[in-house]
């Protein structure tokens, strides 16, 4: 018989498998090769925007959890990404992305070329876990589930797919591949956790479907941004 742990954990199972974005019309595209270098730069610069923002969010998250030890372990996320020291951590590996694809890394770090539907779905995001309690903030993090998996799709299209972007750019996605699946047990925990009553179980499944509504209109808003004035468009 199932229980009502094992109920919550099957439903945002289902969203994160049947929202996420990599059903995108732009990713479906991205992975099956089909993607100009002018549209491939657009998301890679616009998608900084997005992962600039992740410690920011998680800094939000930190400040909500009431233990050492849950403040520990959310900070660690902190560290993955804005990393120990400089050059280290996820952004840096984003940034070395750009440069692979040919974009420089101070233009990614202007944020001038950002679509202003990317910048408003990332601060709906920030804002989302600034103002909702732990359990929606955490639960919303929760697309992670599926993370694993089109890291892995990923890799394997930008190698097969887009060989102009040197091998080595590719680090950000590889480490992400554990990191995911490491940050979403985690959080799934907490979520399975912390969720007590049915009010609590419909509160984290709408959280995680927002946060895949989030991801989604980012890609929308890149995938339908002016292509003519692009970044990298000619090169």
Not at 108 to 123: F, I, K, Q, T, Y
Not at 124 to 141: D, H, I, K
Request: net charge neutral; with cysteine.
């Amino acid at each position: 018989m199932s229980t009502p742990r094992t109920r919550l954990e099957e439903r945002l199972r289902a969203v994160a498998q049947e929202r996420y974005h990599d059903r995108h019309p732009f990713n479906v595209r991205m992975h099956a090769g089909e993607l100009t270098p002018a549209e491939l730069r657009r998301w890679i610069l616009n998608r900084f925007h997005y992962q600039r923002h992740i410690p920011i969010k998680d800094a939000l998250i930190t400040a909500k959890l009431d233990t050492a030890r849950l403040r520990r372990m959310w900070l660690r996320r902190i560290q993955d990404h804005d990393g120990a020291a400089d050059g280290e951590g996820g952004i840096e590996r984003w940034l070395r992305l750009g440069e692979a694809a040919g974009l420089d890394r101070d233009r990614l770090l202007s944020g001038a070329e950002v679509v202003p539907g990317v910048r408003l779905a990332v601060d709906g995001y920030v804002n989302f876990c600034r103002l909702r309690g732990p359990l929606e903030a955490v639960a919303a993090s929760l697309t992670e589930l599926s993370a694993p998996g089109i890291m892995l799709t990923r890799i394997d299209a930008f190698e097969r797919y887009y060989p102009w972007i040197e091998r080595a750019g590719l680090a950000y996605f590889r480490n992400r591949v554990d990191q995911g699946r490491r940050d979403s047990t985690e959080a799934l925990d907490l979520v399975l956790t912390w969720a007590r009553t049915p009010e609590d179980e419909d509160r984290a499944v709408a959280a995680l479907a927002f946060k895949c509504d989030v991801l989604w209109s980012l890609l929308d808003a890149v995938e339908h941004a002016d292509t003519k004035d692009g970044p990298g468009e000619g090169a």
